[in-house]
């Protein structure tokens, strides 16, 4: 036996009962000989065996729980400046950042290690900024060549692309700059290193194969990328993403989108006004799957009526080169074969995928959904107690915002024991297509599915002055309502601006304001908003019959 005996200052105890805790925690615990915590000086005295355990696994122990946290002395490797903190983030995105700066408020020392993308991560560098950027673009050369209105004959614009894709860029570097580095530049307890991190166990982290770090707790926020399906020959044709694509200042001819999701349908709508020739190829029967298909129905008549090629249930099956064209080999929805030729660029946007390939998990054991995901409970911990994950490399809902949230709720559970959880009952959310689709809880399939009793009311645009009088009544607002309590369940919105108006839907939810109340409360006239007040009196009444202010 080689008997050693370690001091270790302890905070978080407010008693001598706390330090009594602390000694029956550890009793048991394989090599440990002897204990004494001392709550008047905020110290404990172990004696250990060293062949058995080691003063990093005594500290790992009491750090394990919720309110006590120890240090070990500054002589001590483990503690040198440099290689030890109290947090690590691994991730450089929006939920790592806010994770840091509740960090910060706490006094932790904090290393964020980030790989890929520059920090800001996915939405600032890739993702929102450059992509609603664009969308705002091509939506002004939209309203410059079409008119609802008779007596007005729009000219056109004149489109310097190249200029937009610079001008989106400087747009993206002084976001990333102001919106991340400038926020975190004066921390105090904050390290940030650019490079790969992985586990090389359960407490140390091996950064660009060479720098190691331990932490008292883990926080990964990695993200997510492209998934880009394995067809015979994409890799050998060369393929697009919203990384590669949103950075290329001259533009496409042409594209042809695998995928008919949010991020397929935002990028489609934004080029074709662009002036580039789109088709979308999508191996199911509709854009945007996952919602009613009267959702899908509405959008997909608008990006035909723009020149937009959609081909529900095809699959892509081969990529080969015939000259500077790609020849696309697919499966019709009959069974047949046929072959698409693309003279431009393919782009692919079929979903993306959790970035855990590099982590080096599988040396420590962190539980993954069977999507690959990793999986966390609502309070955002992973099955290993010091390990905590955030964002859209977890099974939560991917949302720039939502990782945000979360980034703070697992800081706070990880160091202070609030145990606080994610509630995402009214989440809302919007797709920035046009109109746009916005939503918030429940739609009628959800409630159906769980078993709920429900009632739907939907006024079609038409039903609404504000859109009549602006000659655009192209979609529909949509409630749910619990029909047996008069509670909003969920609300699908399908109109102009459309996002506009879901947060008031997702305050009833959260607040449980009855429908009735949403049906009587003051909505000025002559606004989209005015429109969530016919769809409650909807339930009740045909808007239809009913005079312009409606009561």
Sequence with gaps: MNKETIQLDITGM??????????????????????????????GSFSYDQTATSPQEIADLINGSKNYRAQLPASNDAAKPGNRFDLIIIGGGSAAFSAAIKAEELGLSTLMVNGGLPFGGTCVNVGCVPSKNL??????????????????????????????????????????????????????????????????????IVVNGKDRYTALKYLIATGATTNVPDIEGLNEVGYLTNVSLFDLEQQPESLTILGAGY???????????LGTKVRIIEFTDRVLRTQTPDISEALEKQMCSEGIEILPNFRALKFEKQGSQTIIHCKCPDGSATQIAEPGSIVVAAGTRPNTQHLGLENIGLRLTKNGHIEVNAKMETNLSHIYAVGDVTNTPAFVYTAAYEGKIAIENAFTGTERQADYTSLPWVVFTDPQIAGVGLDEAEAQAQGIPFEVSKITLDNVPRSIAANDTNGFIKLIRHSETDRLLGAR??????????????????????????????????TLSEGIKLAAIGFTKDVGALSCCAV
């Design 14 to 43: 407010t008693c001598d009962h706390c330090a009594i805790g602390i000694e029956k925690m550890l009793e048991g615990k394989p090599g440990i000989l002897s204990k004494k915590v001392d709550y008047s000086t905020g110290k």
């Design 263 to 273: 991020i397929g349908l935002e990028i489609a709508m934004a080029y074709n006004r």
């Design 135 to 204: 969308i705002r673009a091509a939506e002004t050369v939209r309203h410059a060549s079409h008119s609802n209105f008779a007596g007005i004959r729009p000219r056109g614009a004149d489109v310097d692309f190249q200029k937009i894709i610079q001008d989106k860029k400087t747009l993206v570097a002084t976001m990333q700059q102001k919106k991340y580095m400038d926020v975190v530049e004066g921390f105090e307890h904050l390290k940030l290193v650019e490079g790969w991190a992985k586990f090389e166990d359960e407490k140390t």
């Design 493 to 526: 919105i399908v109109a102009p601006e459309g996002g506009e108006l879901v947060t008031a839907l997702s305050y009833a939810i959260k607040f449980g304001i009855p429908v009735t109340a949403l049906a009587e409360s003051f909505h000025p006239y002559l």
